[in-house]
C-alpha cells in the first residue's frame, strides 16, 4: 500500500484501501525456516454494475492491514471527512487523465462519498499464514456527493447471552454489535447477507469490517464463509441504507455448505465431551490443545501455494483441523475457539504477524484472567509438542507476536495456567543438581522441558549445555538428544 506523507491522507487512504486488503488469514510459522515463503498471483475483481446512487465496496480475506501501527484505525467522523475530501480531489484528477469521458466533480470541505462502480486490480500475496494482501492499483470514480459528517457514536451495547463466550463481540461498539447480530440471525438461518439503516455519515467503514470479521472469528462453525465481503450502499431522507454479503467458500458449490458444518459440528462437540470429562481448567485446555497438536498437522502445502480452491479453503477453517487433520494457523485457531465455546470458555481468534508473516493465535479466559495461547507454534508435527505458548501473558507472546491494531486486544497477566509452573520445571535460578532433578522428573517424555523466568539463568544453564545434554542420555538411556532452545521465551527444550 502506497504510505502517504501527510498524516490525513494516510489515513484517508487506509479507509478506501482497507476493504480491499485481505485473516481472513490463516496459516503460521514455527520455528523451521523451511516454512516461511510467500507467492504472487494476481486477480481482477469486475464489481457488478449498479445505480448512481449506489457505492460499491469490496474486503478482500486478511485481518491484518498495511497500516502501520502508529497510524492506527481512524474513528474520528470530522478527521476523516478532510482526508476524504483531499483524497477524493486526487483520485477524481487521476480518473479524468486515465478516461476523459469521465466528469468529475468538484470536491467541498465536508466529507465525500464517491458514486462509483470500480473495477480494481489487486496484487494478491499468499504467505504461511494463508492470508492474501491485497493493493488497490487503480479505481475510476464517476461522481461525487457533499455529506455532513456527525459525530461517531461508539458506545457500547449489553452482550446479550447468545454472545456471552464471543470475544471478539465484547470489543465491538453498539453499531458494530448491531451488524454483527444481524450478520448471525442471517447466518443461523442459511444466509450470507444483512442490512442496515443508520443515520446518514454516522457509520464508520472500519466499524463495517470489524463486525464482520469479528463474527467470523467468533463463529468458526460457520465455515461456509471465506471472510471477503462486498458492500453497498445510499442515502436517502438522512439516512444510509447498507446491503452487505459475506461470499462463501467454493467448496459450497451450489449450496451453502451445510453438510460441511454438520460434519464440523459434530466433531467439535466429540472432542469437547472428551474434555470435559476432566475436572480442572487446565486439563481441560490441555487436552483440547494436545488433540489439536496430535491430530492436525500444518498444511505447508497450503503455505507453498500448491494447493488451490476447495482444498486451500479448507485448511484455513476449523474443518481443515478438525475434519481433514492439515490446517493453517487460522485453521488451528478456530478449532481451538469452536471446541472452547463449546466447553463454555470465552475464546477468540487473534490475528496479527510473527516472524514479519500474517498469523494467527488465540485469546481464552478463564477465572477472570486472559491468556494467550498458540496451538499452531507448539505443534511439533511430529517431534513432540511444545507448551512455550500455552496460556502465556501477553507480554511474552508479544516477544515474537506483533498484534495487528484491528481491535483492541486486552492486557493478560496470570501465568497461573502456565504448563511449566504446572509441571515444575520452571527454575528462578540456575544450578546443575536442581536441573537434573527436574529432568528425571520428566524421563519417559518425548519432550524434556527446562523453563527460566529470566535471561540470566537461561544463559546459564545454556553454558552448561553439554552436561545437561549427558544428564539426559543417562537418565534416558538414549544415546542421541537434539535440543531447541527459545531466548524469548527463555526456555530449552530436549527431544529424545
Known amino acids: 500500500m502506497r504510505l502517504y506523507k501527510n498524516k490525513t491522507l494516510r489515513a484517508a487512504a487506509a479507509l478506501i484501501t482497507v476493504f480491499a486488503l485481505a485473516f481472513g488469514l490463516s496459516g503460521c510459522f514455527p520455528f523451521d525456516s523451511a516454512k516461511e515463503t510467500t507467492g504472487e498471483q494476481s486477480e481482477t475483481i469486475s464489481p457488478e454494475s449498479i445505480p448512481e446512487t449506489e457505492t460499491f465496496f469490496t474486503a478482500a480475506d486478511e485481518t491484518v492491514t498495511d497500516i502501520t501501527e502508529d497510524s492506527g484505525i481512524i474513528t474520528s467522523t470530522e478527521e476523516t471527512s478532510t482526508a476524504f475530501a483531499e483524497l477524493t480531489s486526487a483520485i477524481t484528477t487521476a480518473a479524468t487523465t486515465a478516461a476523459p469521458s469521465t466528469t468529475a466533480a468538484a470536491t467541498t470541505k465536508a466529507a465525500t462519498t464517491t458514486k462509483a462502480a470500480t473495477t480494481t486490480t489487486k496484487a494478491v500475496t499468499t504467505t504461511k499464514s494463508g492470508a492474501t494482501r491485497v493493493n488497490v492499483t487503480s479505481t475510476t470514480a464517476a461522481a461525487t456527493k457533499a455529506t455532513t459528517a456527525a459525530p461517531a457514536t461508539t458506545k457500547k451495547a449489553a452482550i446479550t447471552s447468545s454472545f456471552k463466550n464471543r470475544f471478539c463481540y465484547t ?36 466499524e463495517l469490517e470489524r463486525a464482520i470479521y469479528g463474527f467470523c472469528y467468533d463463529f468458526p462453525e460457520y465455515c461456509r464463509f471465506d471472510r471477503s465481503f462486498s458492500v453497498k450502499y445510499s442515502n436517502a431522507e438522512g439516512y444510509t441504507s447498507y446491503t452487505a454479503k459475506v461470499n462463501l467458500c467454493s467448496f459450497c458449490g451450489s449450496g451453502n455448505g451445510s453438510e460441511y458444518e454438520s460434519t464440523l459440528a459434530a466433531k467439535a462437540k466429540q472432542v469437547a465431551s472428551a474434555a470435559g470429562a476432566y475436572s480442572s481448567d487446565f486439563d481441560r485446555i490441555k487436552y483440547v490443545h494436545d488433540y489439536l497438536c496430535d491430530n492436525a498437522k500444518y498444511n505447508t502445502a497450503s503455505y507453498f501455494g500448491s494447493l488451490t480452491g476447495p482444498d486451500y479453503q479448507l485448511a484455513h477453517c476449523a474443518y481443515g483441523a478438525l475434519i481433514n487433520g492439515r490446517a493453517v494457523c487460522d485453521g488451528y485457531a478456530n478449532a481451538f475457539v469452536y471446541i472452547m465455546h463449546e466447553l463454555g470458555y470465552e475464546c477468540g481468534q487473534v490475528t496479527g504477524k510473527s516472524q514479519g508473516q500474517n498469523h494467527a493465535w488465540n485469546i481464552i479466559k478463564v477465572g477472570g484472567e486472559y491468556y494467550y495461547m498458540d496451538v499452531t507454534w507448539d505443534d511439533g508435527d511430529g517431534s513432540g509438542t511444545s507448551y512455550e505458548y500455552f496460556c502465556i501473558p501477553k507480554s511474552r507472546m508479544s516477544k515474537d507476536h506483533k ?21 515444575g520445571c520452571e527454575m528462578d535460578s540456575y ?9 528425571d522428573k520428566q524421563k519417559d517424555n518425548k519432550v524434556i522441558f527446562l523453563k527460566f523466568t529470566n535471561a540470566e539463568t537461561y544463559k546459564a544453564a545454556m553454558n552448561d549445555l553439554s552436561r545437561l545434554s549427558d544428564c539426559i542420555r543417562k537418565i534416558t538411556g538414549r544415546n542421541t538428544v537434539k535440543y531447541n532452545n527459545s531466548s524469548a521465551g527463555n526456555l530449552i527444550k530436549f527431544y529424545t
Open 431 to 439: 544450578d546443575y543438581d536442581t536441573a537434573a532433578a527436574i529432568i
Open 403 to 423: 498484534f495487528d491494531t484491528l481491535y483492541a486486544y486486552p492486557d493478560a497477566t496470570s501465568e497461573s495456567l502456565s504448563f511449566f509452573k504446572h509441571i
Open 171 to 206: 470489543l465491538l461498539n453498539s453499531r458494530e454489535r448491531e451488524a454483527y447480530s444481524t450478520l448471525y440471525n442471517s447466518a443461523a438461518s442459511g444466509g450470507n447477507t444483512f442490512s442496515m439503516r443508520v443515520p446518514e455519515a454516522d457509520f464508520i467503514m472500519d
